[in-house]
């Protein structure tokens, strides 16, 4: 590890202060701790202030640590220690990390370094003549298949060539970074092979097994546990005794005979609509970001679960659902018509478009 010291005594400020915003925001920090560990907040309040003054100076660390209760050095320490710390001014529009490790190294990170020795300084940690840019070599930002990137303040720029990254920093240098978008920088949408897809490229095909095998041993828990105990609870027919009313004597039937009441074979079960019918509604894999399918009012936990053997799992998916595909739902469910019912379209397209506040607007009420 490099040792990391503070600035010059020449570029110190004299004081620090957070601002109005920040000081709130910290004390916010400081009251997620319980009492007398206050000082862990020592982190997240080092990096608002960077975020404040552009890096960490030595008066707001000692600031910081004065706040927490803390000796100044034990702040001193955690300022030193982490990386993502910038102890020297920066640049003031930006500040480019380069990853130099070995995916992007080998992937041609070298000729980006080469990119901002050229374009801001020679030296890692040296501004610009204006003072607008600085760099320094980094290790791992975490998008080594989209390698080699940058990072600028907290967006990352990925699959650069050295034309590219002069582009980004030409455009920083002149204030419009703003226009530059984050991301892959070369057309890419995600992180599939820079050539396209040479396999797997049927999602349906991929998870078509998974999820049908996952919904079959829902379905079966979901029949065997009701079926075990309606077979518990009823007993057979008992014996009763004939009363006063009983039908006058006969030969064929004398009064001591007792028919017992005939009962009716149980109904036969629907069968559930097959896996692999046309109406059965699209199904994803698990997305980034799952939606409580709970909020929706007639699901519950159990019911959720089923939904995601579907591959259901967003609001959206719901809200899109047209009549034959939630028959087709609400038959694999044996709900008997409970999806129109309780209008789960409807309930899902407010907590697609709102949550729960649009919710709330559109039904008078929270989800239940």
Known sequence: MSVRRLAEASVQPASFAFNRANAAAAKQWIKKYPKGREQSAIIPLLMIAQEQEGWVTKAAIETISDMLGMPRIRGLEVATFYTQYQLNPVGTRAHIQVCGTTPCMLRGSEALMDVCRSKIHHDQFHTNDKGTLSWEEVECLGACVNAPMVMIFKDTFEDLTPERLAEIIDLYGAGKGAEVKPGPQDGRTGSEPASGLTSLKSEKAILKSTRDREARAATKAAQAAPDAIIATAVPGPAAVAPSNTSKPKTKAEPATAFKAPETKAPAAKAAKPSLE??????????????DDLKLISGVGPKI???????GIYTFAQ????????????????????????????????????????EYIRVFGKKPV
Do not use: C, M
């Not at 019918?277 to 799952?290: E, F, H, Q």
């Not at 959720?304 to 579907?310: D, I, N, R, S």
């Not at 044996?334 to 019912?341: E, L």
């Open 277 to 290: 019918d046309k109406n059965r509604p699209a199904g994803i894999d698990k997305p980034a970001l799952v």
């Open 304 to 310: 959720e679960g089923v939904l995601h053997t579907l």
């Open 318 to 357: 719901v809200a899109s659902w047209k009549k034959a595909e939630r028959e087709w739902v609400d038959g694999y469910l044996s709900f008997h018509g409970r999806i129109d019912r309780d209008d789960w379209v409807k309930q899902a397209k407010a907590l697609a478009k709102g949550g729960v506040a």
